[in-house]
């Protein structure tokens, strides 16, 4: 018996149509269960990306499971001590505090360092003011003094403290812009402490950007120092954070001991900063619902582990835990002997601390947030070889390649700390 060619062309068509509808019920039950996920987005802004991959910033992993990326060889300084002259014969000094987290300490030691070393002035060792009346902590109950003092050796004269003849009320207040320039210096600095001998230094920040310049300054070396070599946590914290990256690995045995940091604080997405302005609508922020569809869509298994920043869980977040099962506190990742001393306080430092130095280590950090805490993060990560900063964003459709939302910083090289490493 012959076979019919219409026959067999209509059967083919037939499972071809068979195949598609298939695929279109699959895609719209997965949308439709997002949709009914709870939640509002919260709108803002983050600079746009669209970053093209590029194998000298980023390698997808063929190791584990999911889109993860791999680390690269740790940059190196580009600065050289050699080229900085020998301290002169110290002339005053230089106080400052360290405050608002260490998103901030990073540069408010920049610019202390820079200025210092400008006007050849001691510089004392600050302290850690946190956000409330009264809680102001040692340098060394955070930080390593000896690491400190070590890395300024020859650069700038370091002192544990004001010598007693010298009253607090006698320093001359002096606020300077974050990243400040020279022209600044002798303009607005070098004059008072001329007169006074002796200043209070306090940066305040115009900006956010952290973006590299293309002028070069004869304060970069210096800067560059100021803002990687010089800190180091102090032992114990150390040990905290040591002790809370490796149970998050522990957790993450079915991505190879992977996880990811996301800058997360309900506190802040209830800002009203937080939301949009203009027709655009652009966001910088991103809420829990938004932040697990975006990780989805890139291709991050459900059993991913998360590390969020935010303290204590709240009940918010539960959207991104019935999606990402593994997704963490620090009270659920810290050792239980440790959260009398650094989960004290809403507004503890230590916490501040503990996040900013997981997000920097861990395989892939997200800041749902934009602002300082984002910029130095990816600084300390590039510096570190651990490029692979996802920037979050609405995406439509069920899917998206992930090296399309690298951080800006990464894929066009732009940050700060490419002017500091090679």
Not at 64 to 74: L, N, T, V
Not at 224 to 234: A, D, E, H, S, V
Not at 301 to 319: A, C, G, H, K, P
């Amino acid at each position: 018996m012959g076979v019919d060619l219409r026959q067999v062309v209509a059967g083919i068509l037939t499972l071809t149509m068979f195949v598609m509808l298939g695929q279109m019920i699959k895609r719209d039950h997965f949308d439709s269960l997002q949709d009914k996920l709870p939640g509002d987005g919260e709108d803002a802004h983050f600079e746009s990306v669209n970053a093209i991959e590029n194998d000298g910033l980023v390698k997808l992993s063929k190791r584990s499971k999911g889109p993860w990326m791999e680390d690269i060889q740790e940059l190196k300084p580009c600065w050289s001590r050699t080229d900085l002259d020998e301290i002169e014969q110290s002339r005053g000094y230089v106080t400052f505090s360290l405050t608002n987290g260490p998103e901030y300490h990073v540069s408010q030691i920049a610019d202390a360092v820079v200025v210092a070393r400008y006007l050849t002035a001691t510089l004392v060792l600050p302290d850690i003011r946190g956000s409330k009346p009264g809680d102001v902590r040692n340098f060394e109950d955070i930080y390593d003094v000896d690491k400190f003092m070590k890395s300024l050796d020859g650069i700038v004269k370091v002192a544990k403290e004001l010598p007693n003849e010298i009253s607090i009320r006698d320093l001359a207040a002096v606020k300077v812009p974050n990243r400040v320039t020279e022209d600044h210096i002798v303009e607005s600095v070098e004059p008072v402490f001329k007169s006074k001998g002796n200043i209070r230094l306090a940066t305040y920040f115009p900006s956010v950007n952290m973006r590299k310049t293309a002028q070069k300054s004869s304060v970069d070396s210096v800067a560059c120092l100021g803002m990687f070599g010089t800190f180091k946590l102090q032992s114990e914290v150390l040990e905290v954070v040591d002790s809370m990256i490796e149970r998050l690995r522990t957790l993450s045995r079915k991505s190879n001991g992977k996880f990811i940091a996301v800058d997360l604080r309900v506190e802040i997405l209830e800002n009203k900063n937080c939301h949009g302005s203009g027709s655009a609508r652009a966001k910088s922020c991103y809420n829990a619902q938004e932040i697990a569809l975006f990780l989805r869509k890139v291709g991050f298994d459900t059993d991913t582990t998360i590390y969020l920043t935010q303290s204590r869980w709240d009940n918010s977040l539960s959207v991104l835990r019935d999606i990402f099962p593994k997704t963490y506190t620090k009270e659920s990742v810290m050792p239980d002997e440790k959260k009398g001393k650094f989960l004290g306080s809403e507004d503890s430092e230590f916490e501040k601390v503990i996040d900013f130095h997981i997000c920097s280590q861990s395989d892939v950090f997200v800041p749902a947030i934009s602002g300082l805490f984002y910029a130095n993060v990816a600084g300390k990560r590039i510096a570190s070889g651990k490029p692979q900063i996802l920037v979050p964003a609405d995406i439509p459709g069920t899917s998206a390649p992930i090296t399309n939302y690298l951080s800006p910083y990464v894929a066009k090289r732009n940050h700060l700390a490419y002017s500091c490493f090679c």
